[in-house]
Nanobody, 124 residues
C-alpha cells in the first residue's frame, strides 16, 4: 500500500526554521516526483514545492529563497526545509505524488497518496 507520512511541524516564532519530512512506504520514492502543499484555514490547498525524480525543483513565488526541497532516496524520504518563517506560512503542510517522475504540468488533483499533514504555526 502506497503511503506518505509527514512530520516535523510545530510552533515557531517569526524568522525561525523547521524541517518537514515526508516518508514513503509501499513504493520507491526516488522513482517519482513529490510535491509539498499547504492549506491555511479558509483557503484552498496550494502547491508550494515539488522535486522530480531527477532532482529538478519547483517553488511557488511566496516561498522561493526561503524553503528548500530535497530527497534522501536511501531513507525513502523527501524533506522541506523552512527558513525565515512568516505568520502567513501558518498552515497544514502535506506531501503527495503525481505518480510520475516529473513535476511540471500537474494540477493538484493529479496528486495522490496524501498524508495526514503536519501543522506549522508561526507566531510570536
Amino acid at each position: 500500500q502506497v503511503q506518505l507520512v509527514e512530520a516535523g511541524g510545530g510552533l515557531v516564532q517569526p524568522g525561525g526554521s523547521l524541517r518537514l519530512s515526508c516518508a514513503a512506504s509501499g513504493f520507491s520514492l526516488g522513482d517519482y516526483a513529490i510535491g509539498w502543499f499547504r492549506q491555511a484555514p479558509g483557503k484552498e490547498r496550494e502547491e508550494i514545492s515539488c522535486i522530480s525524480s531527477g532532482d529538478d525543483t519547483f517553488y511557488e513565488d511566496s516561498v522561493k529563497g526561503r524553503f528548500t526541497i530535497s530527497r534522501d532516496n536511501a531513507k525513502n524520504t523527501v524533506y522541506l526545509q523552512l527558513n525565515s518563517l512568516k505568520p502567513e506560512d501558518t498552515a497544514v503542510y502535506y506531501c503527495a505524488t503525481p505518480y510520475l517522475s516529473w513535476c511540471s504540468g500537474h494540477d493538484k488533483d493529479d496528486f495522490g497518496s496524501w498524508g495526514q499533514g503536519t501543522q506549522v504555526t508561526v507566531s510570536s
